[in-house]
């Protein structure tokens, strides 16, 4: 590997979930910041065998206290100097308050040196007008964004959070405006955004009846008739939906935009001015016929070492943006040159290489597989036919990992980068490139 891959020396402390099997949550964050040169740290904050869109799981949840416990272990060992911050899914109201208690330490340590501790802020509530988590956890993750750095909410979540309903891109920017004005967060990256050719955004269904009850101590997944999303959030990645989605995470209504009023799916991000006005910046990517897990966890940590690269090269000798507050650039910085705008662009053109030949390999698999099934036989009656749907489902779950180990030079070398190319949004609109 060539060491001008590779971003300088950075100690991460990730808090996400885990599997035994597959590419999700700290599994798949810890790999893909291992690859590109950060040192990681990891607290667990489930225990799975599998990811939860399988619909049959075993497993732990990690506590608060035990969380705690963790870092405590750390802290007394003086090995809590980390200079970033990545947090994901948390199992309860608890244990995000537990993270909060740590961010604001590591912080706290930080304070004399600024720009030397970011904390990226993954608030991974629901998807598609859908919890997943208990209601009492939205508030606490309120309560963290003005210590957060950069927040990477899907639309349903930028709603929540900043209690602003998201229509089209108009609403969309007042929402943001909202989360840099009142909550003071300095970076936003609105993910998984569904657009119509006239920008307007496929709204999210009011939020129903939490996916999970809170829990503590020992949780076994499989036993629960409801599953919770904690492995299986794929809202930073924007794909299209398939049926194997709609059934595993998506709401039982349909919407009324069809995903054939679709051409590209959207992030926008933007990183306040100092007066927190919003710099939006907007990037388009092709949908996959294809549901990805892991792919939220993979966003945010492919963004972390991609933005401290474009934060070092914006800086100057006039101006070390590593060692301003937050990483963020002077007022006059247009929004389609912000370093957080060059970061997405790698990030983007990364991941759709990647997903694309995940969803190529998983084709394969599964013509080989419905082959097999076919030349087989599965039986006579409803149950032999519930049976070989489950064993097919369980298969194209195993199919759809994302085979992030297989593409490192992809991670490394981000291919036909001017396809992603960041645009400005202004007033409501994107400016042509």
Request: hydrophobic share 35%; aromatic share 6%.
């Amino acid at each position: 590997m060539a060491s001008d891959t590779l971003i300088p020396d950075t100690r991460v402390l990730a808090i996400a979930s885990h599997v035994v099997h597959g590419y999700v949550g700290n599994k798949m964050a810890t790999f893909v910041m291992q690859s590109l040169g950060c040192d990681v740290s990891a607290i667990n904050t489930v225990h799975y065998s599998n990811h939860t869109a399988y619909k049959q799981v075993k497993g732990t949840k990690t506590s608060a206290p035990q969380i705690l416990d963790l870092y405590e272990g750390l802290r007394q060992s003086n090995l809590t100097n980390f200079d970033v911050l990545l947090t994901g899914y948390v199992p309860s109201a608890e244990a995000v308050q537990a993270i909060g208690k740590i961010g604001r330490d590591i912080k706290f340590n930080a304070g004399t040196k600024p720009g030397s501790f970011f904390w990226v802020l993954d608030p991974v509530m629901g998807d598609n007008g859908k919890l997943y988590i208990p209601e009492d956890e939205v508030p606490e993750y309120k309560a963290l964004l003005r210590e957060a750095d950069l927040i990477l909410p899907n639309q349903f979540e930028a709603e929540l959070l900043s209690d602003t309903p998201i229509s089209d891109l108009k609403s969309l920017a007042a929402a943001i405006q909202v989360l840099h004005k009142k909550y003071q967060v300095p970076h936003v990256i609105i993910t998984s955004l569904r657009l119509t050719r006239d920008n307007q955004t496929i709204p999210s269904r009011a939020p129903s009846r939490p996916a999970s009850k809170p829990a503590s101590g020992t949780h076994t997944p499989s036993e629960s008739p409801n599953l919770d999303a904690a492995t299986s959030h794929p809202s930073t990645w924007p794909t299209s939906q398939s049926s194997e989605q709609s059934q595993a995470q998506q709401p039982e209504a349909s919407s009324p935009t069809s995903m054939d009023d679709i051409e590209n799916l959207t992030i926008i991000g933007s990183t306040a001015t100092s007066d927190y006005t919003p710099r939006l910046f907007r990037i388009d990517t092709p949908a996959l016929p294809l549901f990805f897990s892991g792919t939220g966890d993979m966003f945010a940590a492919l963004t972390i070492p991609r933005l401290i690269e474009a934060v070092h090269a914006a800086s100057s000798p006039d101006l070390d943006l590593h060692s301003t507050p937050s990483w963020r650039s002077p007022d006059d910085v247009p929004a389609e040159e912000l370093p957080l705008a060059k970061a997405c662009q790698k990030v983007l053109a990364s991941m759709q290489a990647i997903l694309a030949k995940t969803a190529a390999s998983c084709h394969e698999k599964m013509d080989v597989y419905d082959k097999r099934v076919e030349k087989e036989g599965c039986g006579q009656g409803d149950e032999a036919v519930e049976q070989a749907e489950k064993r097919r489902h369980l298969a194209l779950m195993n199919a759809s990992e994302v085979t992030i180990v297989r593409h490192v030079k992809e991670l490394l070398d981000p291919p036909d980068l001017e396809r992603f190319k960041p645009r400005r949004v202004k007033g409501g609109s994107s400016e042509e490139r």
